[in-house]
């Protein structure tokens, strides 16, 4: 393997471990950490003025925007991997109240996710990270909010909560394009 490889290989590790780590994180923080934590309620953070979502929802944005980049250095099969593998530990660490709508919820986000940005990285990757996740994120807050609490009650706060985090990643995102044009990177799709 050349170093060029092994560099975008490294890469995608990276990618895939903190895509992983998003999981439990969002499960946890949504019964734990929020400025305000109701009994038999998630905890709710807010984001935007007025508006309040369940704290999960800034790593699930996150989430969304690192499967991406797990497809982008490790390729489809690795991104179809870590879906299943992160539906799988989201079924482990979801409260058992949640577990359900959220592994329900993250594979089909995900999947969702998956088959926009696939067709669209090749057009422009902030492009295809910023349209594959707003469609991601939509689909996971629809169907974790009435798999859950069999409402929508909280949804744009979900959709606001996610989307903080893919606009703020995507600066990130044309600058991690830019270097890899710079250094002749190509997409692993």
Known sequence: MDDSKRRQTIEGIVYLTGFMLCIPAANWLIGHVGTVCPPDSPCLVPVAPGLMAPSGVVTIGLALVLRDLVQRRLGLR?????????????????????????????????????????????????????????????????VFLQLAFGNLDFLLGQVVGKAWMVVLSLPAIALLRQRDARLGYSANS
Request: charged letters at 10%.
């Open 78 to 142: 690795w991104a179809g991997l870590a879906i299943l593998a992160g539906g799988a530990i989201s079924a482990l660490v979801a409260p058992p109240a949640l577990a359900l709508a959220s592994t329900a919820a993250f594979l089909l986000s995900e999947f969702v996710d998956l088959a926009v940005f696939t067709p669209l990285q090749k057009r422009g990757l902030v492009l295809a990270v910023f349209l594959s996740s707003i469609v991601g994120l939509f689909v996971d807050s629809v």
